[in-house]
């Protein structure tokens, strides 16, 4: 997941324009889900568990409001011509949901979502320029730490 955030902080770049960005940005969102759904899947069939047991519906029903919130943002930021406000909302959002979804995993969880909660502060009080540094480092940076940690501490 971390990976395709660092790839798209320099695919996004490479060409000017919102719609590219935007649609680089979404496209790795997009990619990263279809990795960590997979991931969970490969998790569940190892462990021997339903992949909707009450854990897990309680974390995809406390994870999807805030990722179901910052798509419609999405959308009415980007109709609003307020672009710039997309990494902050993108990453206090999903911070948020990681936060409530952690709630019903391992301690970790919900303490990776509040540096993503930072991260989007951070990206709300930058420089419009910084925001895809701060988008690769906060989705890849932070992915990449936590999920190693989770992976080596709690078999992923």
């Known amino acids: 997941m971390g990976t395709a955030a660092l790839a798209a902080a320099v695919v996004a770049r490479r060409r000017p324009g919102t719609e590219w960005w935007l649609l680089t940005w979404s496209a790795a969102a997009l990619g990263a889900f279809l990795v960590g759904a997979i991931?969970?899947?490969?998790?569940?069939?190892?462990?021997e568990t339903p992949l909707f047991s009450k854990p897990?519906?309680?974390?995809?029903?406390?994870?999807?409001?805030?990722?179901?919130?910052?798509?419609?943002?999405?959308?009415?930021?980007?109709?609003?011509?307020l672009v710039v406000l997309l990494p902050g909302t993108w990453l206090l959002l999903y911070g948020a949901g990681v936060v409530t979804g952690g709630a019903f995993s391992v301690k970790i969880v919900p303490a990776m979502g509040l540096c993503f909660m930072l991260a989007g502060i951070i990206a709300f009080l930058c420089p419009v320029a910084w925001s895809d540094w701060i988008l690769a480092t906060a989705f890849g940076g932070l992915h990449i730490i936590f999920g190693t940690i989770i992976a080596r501490r709690y078999g992923g």
């Open 56 to 81: 897990g519906r309680k974390f995809v029903l406390s994870l999807f409001p805030p990722l179901a919130a910052g798509a419609v943002l999405t959308i009415v930021l980007y109709r609003a011509g």
């Open 39 to 47: 991931a969970v899947y490969r998790k569940s069939r190892r462990a």
